[in-house]
Nanobody, 122 residues
């Protein structure tokens, strides 16, 4: 499975961005998808998760109510709509795919995109 994330950029606090992750390869639908992020000087953290079937949708407490994960299975693309962005949302955002393991743990994920930088200015 190959993953390519894009859509990052610089936005002012309170603004919005939508990230996209295009998945390709065999049996993409067999994998659950997630977004993680890594802020400067911090460990990578879980942001959101879903399955291509549209279930098992979870968001981290820090983004719940502001971020929304969704997918378009016809395009093999997963999205992360980010609204009301805060400066603490700044970081590199990664999409990832897993077939097993704990959904909020990054080592459960077998495939990773290259990351896209989100910068939120005050």
């Amino acid at each position: 499975v190959q993953l390519q994330a894009f859509g990052g950029g610089t936005v002012q606090a309170g603004g919005s961005l939508r990230l996209a992750c295009a998945a390709s390869g065999r049996s993409v639908s067999d994998y659950a998808m997630a977004w993680f992020r890594q802020a400067p000087g911090k460990e990578r953290e879980f942001v959101a998760h879903m399955r291509w079937s549209g279930d098992r949708i979870y968001h981290a407490d820090s983004v719940r109510g502001r971020f929304t994960i969704s997918s378009d299975s016809a395009k093999n693309t997963v999205y992360l709509q980010m609204d009301n962005l805060k400066t603490e949302d700044t970081g590199v955002y990664y999409c990832a795919a897993r077939s097993r393991g704990v959904l909020y743990v990054d080592r459960s994920y077998e495939f990773w995109g290259q990351g896209t930088l989100v910068t939120v200015s005050s």
